[in-house]
Each structure stands twice: as structure tokens, then as C-alpha cells.
């Protein structure tokens, strides 16, 4: 049934009198790609910009640390606490992570996840036991069954997220993640689970099941597997320098993680990151998409979005953001996504054997 999945583009042709070349006509290449799920667009344009420029990122990061309220010497003092029936004890903690509510709550319930006991690691350094501890602790704390009784059982839907670093709408330097229980999917979520429900009421299927199968025998975007986590480039991009895609098979929601998933997709994910900081990436966004906390995965798989987010010019300090992503709410990009896998599937390919791999 791979004739489901379709992946539809578009390809134009911009034509002007160039003052570069004596005013010679030239031609000017762009492309529209269609998401093969929603059918949401992506513009694939402004190639000539596809390089960024390193920003530095130590005055910032030195001008956060006297205030930080994450760092170990103060955390303790300043962590918010849950009630006891929530959470026994107020908070918890896995490894070097802490998890509290969060002092600015998203939602009834909404908490930060302070991953590590370090203030900063540029994205080549992240160790993978951060993302481990990060995102086991907010797993643990979805596992709550009074917490989940707060708003509204099985039906609540976990949103767990991450904005790494200034360049990508972090508010704070010190590695941490939102971890949020909601009535409320938000819209991306519930256009995609009610994208896929439609799917497997047309073809008896799970799109997501089907995607991985399509774009593993295709090729040109898959980059591998970490253990049981499949990783590849969205077909229709998401960041201007391209975004990668983690799916967990046989996983419909952010509490069905294993802590072995959870050591694989960390492994995965120090590969992706450590790609991006050759491109001097220096921030990320990143969101689970989890189907609803009591859902069976027969129409929605697990699946993480990761996008690299930098300042495009850094004298001017011109964002990565504009009207086509916030007005007009098209997805913008200046790489297209299968150059993006292959270089990614290189970096990938180059680091030494997977610890998954080895087990
Ligand atoms: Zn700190």
C-alpha cells in the first residue's frame, strides 16, 4: 500500500535581469513540497544563503550564569514543589535531572525538567546521559497516575519539548525541558493525529508505519536506526537548514518509552546534534508528538521532531523566523532535505559503532 504515501513538489522558475551578471537574464530555481500527511507546504528556496555564519554564544552564556536558578548551588532553594498526592516528596529527580513545576506554567499541569547539573554544553558535547536523564524523568513524571487523574485520565495528552539555547526561544541557558499534561493536543498535534486517523480509516494502515517504509526502501532521506528508533529527513522541510524526524515503532505515547528506547534515541540524537554543530548550529527545537496518555498505537506512532535553529546573519542579528513561517504559515528551507540526509547519513556513518548496536 506505499502508493499512499505521496510525495508531491512542485518546481518553479524565477526569472530576472541580474546586476551581478552585467544584467544578463538568469534564472532562479525554487520548489514547493507538499508534507505527505497533512499536505501542509514547504518552500525550498534563497540557496544562495545555505551557509551559517557562527555566532558566539560565550558572552551570553557567561552573562546567564549568576542568575540562573538551575545551577546546582541554588536549585534546591528555588525548585518550586508539587503536593505530596501529586508527587510524593514534591519533585523528582533520575540521574543528574530534576523535575518541579514550572514557576510560569503553560497549563494545569506543567513542569520543567532541569536535564543536568551543568549550565551549558555547546550541541557537539551534549553527553548523552543529559538527554537520558532529561528525558527519563519526564517520562517517570507522565507516569503518574494522580497527576494524570488532574486532567482528565487517559484522554490528557503529554507535551514534552525542548528549546535549546537563546537562538531558539530558550528563556534560560541551562539545559531543560517542558514537560506539560493537557485537554489540549495544540494545533500541530491534533492535525496530525486526525490526519492519521483519516489515513488508517482510508487504507487500513498506520501512516507512520508506512512512511518509514517508503522512505527506508527510497533511501535518499533515511539516515539509520539507533536500537529500535528510526530516523530520517522529513520529505517536505521544516528549518531552514533542515530538520530531522525520530519514530518509535510499536510506540503510541510519550509514557510507553522504555528506558532502553530512551538510551537509544539519546544515542540518536548525540549524532543529529553533533551534525548540526558542523554546520555551527549552536540551538534546537525539539517535540515528542504523543498520541493521547491512554492510547494504543493501532493509528499514531511515537515520533520526535528536531529542528536547528541559528541567527542567520549575526552583525544584524536576522532570526531564522519571518512572516512565511509565523503569518503565512508555510515551512521555509534553504537546503533541500535530501542533501540534508546525505550529509547527516555521513556524520552518522563516521561516529563510532552504536552502543545499541553492540547489545
Ligand atoms: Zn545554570
Redesign the pocket.
Do not use: A, K, R
Given at each position: 500500500m506505499l502508493e499512499s504515501i505521496v510525495f508531491k513538489t512542485e518546481r518553479k522558475l524565477s526569472r530576472f535581469l541580474d546586476p551581478r551578471r552585467d544584467f544578463q537574464p538568469s534564472e532562479h530555481p525554487s520548489e514547493m513540497r507538499y508534507d505527505p500527511l497533512t499536505g501542509l507546504s514547504s518552500r525550498i528556496c534563497h540557496f544562495a544563503h545555505a551557509t551559517a555564519p557562527p555566532m558566539d554564544l560565550a558572552p551570553i552564556v557567561e552573562r546567564?550564569?549568576p542568575s540562573?536558578?538551575?545551577?546546582?548551588q541554588v536549585?534546591m532553594k528555588l525548585a518550586t514543589r508539587y503536593e505530596d498526592r501529586l508527587v510524593p516528596g514534591g519533585l523528582l529527580s533520575r540521574g543528574g535531572a530534576l523535575l518541579f513545576p514550572n514557576l510560569f506554567p503553560y497549563d494545569e499541569v506543567s513542569a520543567v525538567a532541569?536535564m543536568c547539573r551543568?549550565?551549558?554544553f555547546p550541541l557537539a558535547e551534549l553527553p548523552a546521559r543529559v538527554l537520558e536523564d532529561g528525558v527519563g524523568v519526564a517520562r517517570d513524571f507522565l507516569r503518574l497516575p494522580a497527576l494524570r487523574d488532574e486532567v482528565g485520565g487517559d484522554a490528557a495528552y503529554p507535551i514534552v519539548a525542548w528549546n535549546y539555547t537563546t537562538v531558539a526561544g530558550g528563556s534560560?541557558?541551562?539545559p531543560h525541558m517542558q514537560v506539560i499534561l493537557s485537554s489540549n493536543p495544540g494545533n500541530a498535534l491534533r492535525r496530525e493525529l486526525a490526519a492519521e486517523q483519516a489515513y488508517k480509516e482510508r487504507h487500513g494502515r498506520l501512516f507512520r508505519e508506512d512512511l518509514l517504509e517508503a522512505e527506508r526502501r527510497r533511501g535518499e532521506r533515511w539516515i539509520g536506526e539507533s536500537g529500535s528508533v528510526c530516523w530520517h529527513v522529513p520529505f517536505a522541510p521544516s528549518a531552514l537548514l533542515g530538520d530531522v524526524a525520530a519514530v518509535f515503532p510499536g510506540r503510541a505515547t510519550f509514557q510507553d518509552l522504555t528506558d532502553r528506547d530512551v538510551a537509544d534515541f539519546a544515542e540518536g540524537l548525540t549524532r543529529v546534534l553533533g551534525y548540526f554543530a558542523t554546520l555551527d548550529i549552536q540551538g534546537f527545537n525539539l517535540m515528542f508528538f504523543s498520541d493521547a496518555c491512554g492510547a494504543a498505537p493501532d493509528r499514531h506512532w511515537l515520533t520526535v521532531k528536531v529542528l536547528p535553529r541559528f541567527i542567520i546573519g549575526p552583525k544584524l542579528m536576522v532570526q531564522d523566523t519571518s512572516y512565511v513561517q509565523l503569518l503565512l504559515e508555510d515551512r521555509f528551507a534553504m537546503l533541500f532535505p535530501e542533501e540534508v540526509a546525505e550529509k547527516l547519513r555521513e556524520f552518522w556513518n563516521a561516529q563510532p559503532r552504536l552502543r545499541a548496536a553492540q547489545g
Open positions: 546567564s550564569l540562573c536558578p538551575f545551577c546546582p536549585v532541569v551543568e549550565h551549558y534560560m541557558i541551562h
